[in-house]
């Protein structure tokens, strides 16, 4: 059985960090592509980032400056590192595992982002 457990999220002031992290269990981690997607209230689901089995990530063009994304492959754990936060990241964080259209989620994180 699949699990996604993502972690790491809360309440930070604009400018500040927080660093998310998704731990998986019952997958072969390091051949699947990994990614972070966020929802804000009354918006649709959207990509924040990806990064492949052997760690090539790709961005939000919107994101790219202030996000960073890796895994740890011997820990079956990938990670968000969030900088320079602004309230427009208020979300919640999910995790996924083999792409939005067929693969696993996790339950979500809260990012609350105070202005």
């Known amino acids: 059985q699949v699990h996604l457990v993502e972690s790491g999220g809360g309440l930070v002031q604009a400018g500040g960090s927080l660093r998310l992290s998704c731990a998986a269990t019952?997958?072969?981690?390091?051949?699947?592509?990994m990614g972070w997607y966020r929802q804000a209230p009354g918006k649709q689901r959207e990509l924040v980032a990806t990064?492949?089995?052997?760690?090539?990530?790709h961005y939000a063009d919107s994101l790219r400056d202030r996000f960073t994304i890796s895994r740890d492959n011997a820990e079956n754990t990938m990670y968000l590192q969030m900088n320079s936060l602004k309230p427009e990241d208020t979300a919640v964080y999910y995790c996924?595992?083999?792409?939005?259209?067929?693969?696993?989620w996790g339950r979500g994180t809260q990012v609350t982002v105070s202005s």
């Open positions: 996924n595992a083999g792409g939005s259209n067929l693969g696993y």
């Open positions: 019952g997958i072969t981690f390091n051949i699947y592509t």
């Open positions: 990064i492949t089995g052997d760690g090539s990530p």
